[in-house]
């Protein structure tokens, strides 16, 4: 479909694994309609937190074949080697939202952009290019609440559990979400079958949960 002949609506940007130990930083983008948002909140659609892993990797699959959609995937030493040049969360997260953005612009036509609200206002805007410029950005808390942000979240974190099962499975370590003792006791494992060395293919090295895993 021509970009120009596209129907009004949203983008919504949101992200998932960024509190996640293991696995990447996925950062999802949604265009959809008024109608869309409709079918999709009739649906179930709602803030990814709210939903379990099941619900969520369903909801995902149809929002996937309804709506326009990008998915920006920041594998661990991807991650790992940004966090070391944005010194700072807040950046890395801005630039992979301003990525994210940008490649849905290429889909879609679009002026309305929401997505949660991290840090500085500035760290997005600054991160943008020229077609992500051109269009309004509203970031707020609790943007979850708007149906296309919610979308995304949903579609960032199916991705992420899936990016999370292949890891584990190449590795032969269960390697379980979020950063709690099971994650160390998964890290020590870890090292123990693979090396420290390796680490980094498969965590966020700048979590305090590394210095717990390796001590």
């Known amino acids: 479909m021509n970009p120009s002949s596209q129907?009004?609506?949203q983008i919504g940007i949101d992200?998932?694994?960024?509190g996640d130990y293991f696995g990447p930083l996925v950062i999802a983008g949604v265009f959809a309609t008024p109608d869309q948002e409709r079918q999709?909140?009739?649906?179930?659609v709602r803030d990814s937190k709210m939903l379990s892993d099941a619900k969520a990797t369903a909801l995902s699959a149809q929002i996937r074949s309804t709506c326009p959609h990008t998915l920006v995937v920041i594998g661990p030493e991807r991650y790992n080697s940004l966090h070391g040049s944005f010194k700072n969360l807040n950046r890395l997260l801005a630039w992979g939202h301003a990525r994210a953005i940008e490649n849905l612009l290429e889909q879609v036509s679009c002026d309305r952009v929401i997505a949660d609200q991290f840090g500085d206002e500035r760290f997005l805007h600054n991160a943008l290019m020229a077609k992500g410029r051109s269009?309004?950005?509203?970031?707020?808390?609790?943007?979850?609440e708007e149906v296309a942000v919610a979308a995304a979240s949903i579609v960032a974190r199916a991705e992420f559990l899936r990016r999370l099962q292949e890891l584990s499975?190449?590795?032969g370590v269960l390697l379980p979400k979020g950063?709690?003792?099971a994650v160390i006791v998964a890290g020590k494992a870890f090292v123990q079958k693979h090396g420290s060395e390796v680490l980094g293919q498969v965590a966020k090295l700048h979590f305090r949960t590394t210095e717990r895993v390796l001590g």
């Open 7 to 9: 129907p009004t609506g």
């Open 179 to 181: 950063a709690s003792d």
């Open 135 to 144: 269009v309004k950005l509203i970031q707020k808390p609790r943007a979850e």
């Open 169 to 171: 499975s190449r590795y």
């Open 40 to 44: 999709l909140k009739a649906a179930g």
């Open 15 to 18: 992200e998932s694994g960024k």
